[in-house]
């Protein structure tokens, strides 16, 4: 069984500074997902890292994937506000019946002016 | 261009009592479909995903179950509710592609479910 661990779990920070959140997950997989959930909402893609040391940059936020160790780093430069939300790591396997994934506790992030 | 859609967007009831939950997905055909669960302040857990028309696959045994009348509806229902059914119900779609491992799976905007 596919076990995923996020942390940290709860992160403020303050506008301007850099901060990295850690995905760890137990076996193999073939692809990571990052996603992000505003509060009361669905969840937005972000990121799919489909290969040992794949990095994907949008904006502020860079994700990295290291299959190897089993890690996924979202990195966080220079926060805003609007960077203010939940974020989820998603490990997963493509199947003939489509890709399972396997979704960490969430990661939420508050970013203080 | 896709959009998904999930009705209804709250509900409030009773334990003992029966539930349905509709999705439709417009603009693609033959998606795979997932339903999700998702309680307060925790991650998400997918409950069925269907590769489709008829085809459930179940992950996780309870009293809920799923059905794909058509090739863009997916349903989720209960004959009884429980308390422990109350959370926030995702359904999400992808279409996976010949030689495209990306496989998005994209989310509708969920039904948050109270049973009282």
């Known amino acids: 069984e596919l076990k995923v661990e996020q942390n940290p779990l709860f992160l403020s920070m303050q506008e301007g500074k850099n901060y990295t959140i850690y995905c760890n997950y137990s076996?193999?997989?073939?692809?990571l997902y990052w996603y992000r959930q505003d509060p009361g909402k669905s969840l937005e893609s972000l990121f799919v890292?489909?290969?040992?040391?794949a990095v994907k940059q949008e904006g502020r936020l860079m994700a990295s994937l290291d299959t190897k160790a089993r890690l996924s780093t979202l990195h966080i430069t220079a926060a805003v506000h609007d960077l203010s939300a939940t974020y989820f790591c998603?490990?997963?396997?493509?199947?003939?019946?489509?890709?399972?994934?396997?979704f960490g506790e969430g990661t939420q992030l508050t970013v203080n002016p | 261009s896709q959009t998904i859609h999930q009705w209804p967007a709250t509900l409030v009831q009773p334990v003992g009592s029966p539930l349905s939950l509709e999705c439709t997905v417009e603009?693609?055909?033959?998606?795979?479909l997932y339903w999700y669960r998702q309680a307060a302040g925790r991650g998400l857990q997918l409950l069925f995903y269907?590769?489709?028309?008829?085809?459930i696959s179940s992950e996780v045994p309870q009293n809920l179950s799923a059905s794909r009348p058509q090739d863009r509806q997916f349903i989720l229902s209960s004959k009884k509710l429980l308390l422990s059914d109350s959370g926030f119900y995702l359904c999400?779609?992808?279409?996976?592609?010949?030689?495209?491992?990306?496989?998005?799976?994209?989310f509708g905007p969920g039904t948050r479910l109270t049973v009282l």
């Open positions: 999400a779609w992808s279409v996976p592609l010949p030689g495209d491992r990306t496989d998005t799976q994209y």
């Open positions: 076996t193999t997989s073939d692809r």
């Open positions: 890292l489909l290969s040992n040391g």
């Open positions: 998603a490990p997963g396997r493509l199947e003939t019946s489509g890709s399972r994934l396997t």
């Open positions: 603009g693609t055909s033959n998606p795979n």
């Open positions: 269907s590769v489709g028309i008829g085809q």
